[in-house]
Structure formats: C-alpha cells, structure tokens
C-alpha cells in the first residue's frame, strides 16, 4: 500500500489542503513530532503518513477528539 491510498484510508484526499490538514492533524497528537506545513507529499510527510496508518485507529481517535 502506497501513501496516497493510506492516507485515503486515513480519511484524507491527496490535494494540497487534504496533505495540509493532515500535516496539522499529525502536529496535535503527542509526542510533538513538527510536520512542516507544505502541502506536499514529502518525504517526512510519507513517514508521518506511514505512522499514522498503522496505528490508524488511534489516530482516527485522537483526531476526532474523542
């Protein structure tokens, strides 16, 4: 699975304001790991999104606040 399809299953589109929100999204969950803002599929960002999807359920969690 390649980062575009995580991040779809992630909940996210792959448009600049989609990596953008997910870049913010990944920057409130602890630890404080800075995600540059670029709006690009970087490869920090391609890291980030590896991350996150293989602990997606939490993500998804914390990102909804609930």
Avoid: C, H, W
Avoid at 2 to 9: H, P, T
Avoid at 22 to 39: E, V
Wanted: hydrophobic share 35%; charged share 35%.
């Amino acid at each position: 699975m390649n980062s575009r399809s995580m991040l779809d299953a992630l909940g996210y589109g792959t448009d600049r304001r989609e990596l953008e929100r997910f870049q913010r999204d990944y920057n409130r969950l602890p630890p404080k790991r800075l995600l540059p803002l670029t709006g690009r599929f970087d490869e920090a960002t391609a890291q980030a999104i590896e991350l996150a999807y293989e602990s997606r359920e939490l993500f998804k969690l914390a990102r909804d606040g609930v």
